[in-house]
């Protein structure tokens, strides 16, 4: 597929201001062919400007209109399956096949926020009718509806280069609540991102929608990103990635004039606790598919579970012995990129350093930024007067726990940050140590998964990715699932409207039979 490299500005292509860069691939250390346009701030000026002037009309456009556009994009995707995939492939190292799934599960989720705007129960409609006989004051008629914020700027991920990045669920549910979208592509991938944004600004010109609804800029260092959150025309951002950098854009939009909500998915360990009848019963299983999870990406995935809290007694030594079988026989593979593979050997150097023994070690790194996948252990006592032990190191490492009795575990449980999930394998027997833990687990992680491990694949009305910082800046919402829409909607009130002014929604008679609440019924 011809890539162009620019910018894409509504439905302009826009060359380079500040210069070019070239795609790396990561698996052989050689630039790619397209030269990638860089811009600046004139460039999120001119999408900014564009994005303010078609939200209007786009957050009016009717439930299903709206609809019909997430759709076609989600059509326009799967037409690019797999010139998409091989190119995100090649810049990534992640397998092609891996990558044409990625492709149908962000085809799905917009049309899984297709579904969502139709049914309109996002809008959540109230109506409190006026009560003009009510003493000792009448009540006015007061109904409610929610509207999106207004233009945001979203960061693409790097770890998952399409269901994370452009087209990936934050650009769908933000689009869904009605609200227009400047993309930041992530560097390492700008051939996929410039794929993907094609295959929406073509929903955008065939659905005959205003240009500025969305809008794909790329920079060099931060002040691309700077920019956009800086930009009085954005109103929420949106972004994954390390938490140095979440929180310099979450605190840079805190000291604008007129702070803006910021929603970050940072870091989390995922900690999973093998309870004792688990762990006599089924020790080896549960560390053969603990291991097999985490190396999903090359270990380079928010749900990928990196801590194993295990209570010493029977089953234990079967476990870590699983555990050292699967990490040794694990190949290296391709990290996805250069910075990244850099920090995954400080972050293990760092675990080593604060007193993490290595027990088992995968094969070799045979390129420059293969990681090689490694298992730690340190007992329970150590890990709660080492803070870095309990931090994330991205890539393909676990640390195994070893704690003496119930009470260390709950003190272990009790010293770790906010998480996105947290893991229980247990039988009828674990329940009442299993039922001390739940609230504990509760305060610091946005899901708790028992016997499995949490899927990344999974998107659904009740998933919840998000939790305590630093999991996320904003443990209220969560960043997949059908409920993330919310984060792009807030509610306004309308009182005393004739029904000529209401919106459509909110008229008498409900002409488009949307649920709502009436009364509070
Ligand atoms: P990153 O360095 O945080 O960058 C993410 C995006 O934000 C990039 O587009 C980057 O732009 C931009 N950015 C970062 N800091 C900025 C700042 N101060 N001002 C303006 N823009 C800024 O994340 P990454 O490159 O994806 O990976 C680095 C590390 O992030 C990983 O090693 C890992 O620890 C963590 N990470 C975690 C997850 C997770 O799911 N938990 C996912 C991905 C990454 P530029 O690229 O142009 O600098």
């Not at 190119?87 to 044409?100: D, F, M, N």
């Not at 609540?177 to 991102?193: C, E, Q, R, W, Y």
């Not at 555990?323 to 990129?337: D, F, G, I, N, Y």
């Not at 039988?427 to 708790?448: C, F, H, K, S």
Request: with cysteine.
């Amino acid at each position: 597929m011809k890539l162009t490299g620019n910018l894409l500005i509504g439905a302009h292509d826009v060359p380079a201001s500040e210069g070019t860069m070239k795609a790396l691939n990561p698996a052989t250390n050689q630039w790619l062919d397209t030269d990638f346009a860089l811009g600046g701030a004139a460039q999120v000026h001119q999408a900014a400007i564009l994005a303010d002037e078609a939200f209007d009309s786009y957050s009016h456009t009717s439930l299903s209109q709206r609809a019909a556009f997430l759709e076609s994009i989600a059509d326009n995707l799967e037409a690019v399956r797999s010139p998409l995939a091989e190119r995100a492939a090649l810049e990534t190292g992640l397998p092609q096949a891996q990558l044409e799934g990625e492709v149908g599960r962000a085809a799905t989720q917009f049309r899984q926020f297709a579904q969502v705007v139709r049914k309109g129960r996002f809008l959540q409609l109230a109506i409190d009718p006026a009560q003009p006989e009510r003493q000792p004051r009448p009540r006015m008629d007061h109904r409610l509806q929610k509207i999106a914020l207004g233009p945001v700027a979203i960061f693409g991920a790097s770890n998952f280069p399409i269901s994370y990045s452009v087209a990936g669920g934050d650009t769908a549910s933000a689009l869904a609540a009605g609200a227009t979208v400047i993309l930041k592509a992530h560097n390492a991938h700008p051939g996929a991102s410039e794929i993907q944004a094609r295959a929406i600004q073509k929903a955008v010109h065939d659905h005959g929608l205003h240009e500025g609804v969305f809008s794909m800029v790329r920079g060099s260092g931060n002040a691309i990103g700077e920019a956009l959150v800086d930009h009085p025309l954005i109103k929420a951002v949106t972004f994954t990635g390390s938490e140095h950098g979440g929180m310099a854009l979450y605190r840079r939009a805190q000291q604008r004039p007129d702070p803006i909500p910021v929603f970050t998915e940072m870091t989390s360990i995922n900690p999973t606790f093998i309870l004792p009848a688990a762990l006599a019963e089924r020790g080896a299983p549960i560390g053969d598919g603990f291991i097999e999870r985490m190396l999903v990406n090359v270990g380079q995935a928010c749900l990928r579970p990196a801590l194993l809290i295990a209570i010493e007694g029977p089953g234990l030594q079967a476990l870590r012995e699983a555990m050292v079988k699967r990490v040794s026989e694990a190949p290296a593979r391709t990290m996805l990129t250069p910075g990244i593979h850099a920090s995954y050997l400080k972050g293990l150097a760092a675990l080593e350093a604060a007193g993490a023994h290595r027990i088992a070690q995968g094969s070799s790194a045979r390129a420059d930024f293969d990681g090689q996948s490694a298992l730690l252990e340190v007992s329970g006592h150590r890990l709660l007067g080492e803070a870095v032990l309990s931090q994330e190191v991205f890539g393909p490492s676990a640390l195994l726990v070893t704690v003496e009795d119930d009470a260390q575990c709950l003190a272990v449980a009790r010293s770790l940050n906010g998480q996105l999930s947290a893991t229980l394998h247990l039988e009828e027997q674990d329940l009442p140590l299993a039922r001390r833990l739940l609230p504990v687990l509760e305060r610091r992680t946005g899901r708790i998964v028992v016997n499995a491990f949490a899927h990344p694949q999974e998107v659904t009305h009740a998933t919840v990715h998000g939790g305590p910082f630093p999991a996320t800046s904003d443990s209220r919402f969560t960043s997949v699932g059908m409920t993330s829409i919310e984060r792009f909607l807030r509610p306004v009130a309308y009182q005393g409207f004739p029904q000529a002014l209401l919106p459509e929604a909110l008229r008498d008679f409900n002409p488009l039979q949307l649920p709502r609440s009436v009364d509070g019924q």
